[in-house]
């Protein structure tokens, strides 16, 4: 199977600074990497996703890097707000058939 | 976002009784999972389905079967509910393209409690 491991498990930062969440996987055939929000109360929601043969991709304030090499990915939120604030997943996909799911870092955004 | 629909959305049930889940799509995706959540545990893989006549085990199936009724509707059943099985459940559905399965579309969740 593949195992993925999420870091850090809260973060808190001030309005206005970046955060950034990493995610380590074990399988190297391991070739899509979608990033999920759940806000509280709410189904989590895909944000930002990347592809195995990309390094890195940007969406606005949010991006992802990939690092085949050393088996990680990286989300990165700039300029971050307090609706930023929820919890977010990291997964990868092996053989194309499921998701693994990191265990999920609950971001804070301090007004 | 009715994309994909789960009933109910909360459900308290007592030990021993049997409850069913429901999930139903309009995205037109073939593969729908089954996933719980649990807080510090993420999301975990119960069942999941590419085909109506087609289901897979996850990694924590044990207590739950699963009916792929059409492509549209895939419900999750506990036989005999126990108190460890109160989580949050969620459906989620995809499709498979450039090479990699895409990412999930998610109900709006159903909670579970078992008393």
């Known amino acids: 199977g593949e195992n993925v491991e999420q870091h850090p498990s809260t973060l808190s930062v001030q309005e206005g600074d970046s955060a950034v969440i990493k995610c380590t996987y074990s399988?190297?055939?391991?070739?899509?990497f979608p990033w999920y929000k759940q806000e509280l109360g709410k189904r989590p929601q895909l944000i930002i996703d990347?592809?195995?043969?990309?390094g890195e991709k940007k969406d606005q304030r949010i991006a992802v890097t990939l690092n085949k090499t050393a088996k990680h990915f990286s989300l990165h939120i700039t300029e971050t707000q307090p609706e930023d604030s929820a919890v977010y997943f990291c997964?990868?996909?092996?053989?194309?058939?499921?998701?693994?799911f990191g265990t999920g870092t609950s971001l804070t955004v301090i007004p | 976002d009715a994309d994909v629909t789960q009933t109910p959305r909360n459900r308290i049930t007592k030990t021993g009784k049997r409850i069913m889940l429901e999930c139903s799509q309009t995205k037109g995706h073939d593969r729908m999972y089954w996933y719980r959540q649990d807080p510090g545990l993420g999301l975990r893989l119960i069942y999941y389905s590419f085909d109506v006549k087609d289901i897979n085990k996850g990694e924590i199936s044990d207590g739950y079967s699963v009916s792929r009724q059409a492509q549209a509707k895939f419900s999750l059943s506990l036989e005999s509910a126990i108190p460890n099985q109160t989580a949050l459940y969620f459906c989620?559905?995809?499709?498979?393209?450039?090479?990699?399965?895409?990412?999930?579309?998610f109900g709006s969740g159903t909670r579970l409690t078992v008393v």
């Open positions: 997964a990868a996909s092996n053989t194309g058939n499921q998701f693994y």
């Open positions: 990347i592809r195995s043969n990309v």
């Open positions: 399988d190297s055939a391991s070739n899509y």
């Open positions: 989620a559905t995809s499709d498979y393209g450039q090479g990699a399965l895409n990412g999930y579309t």
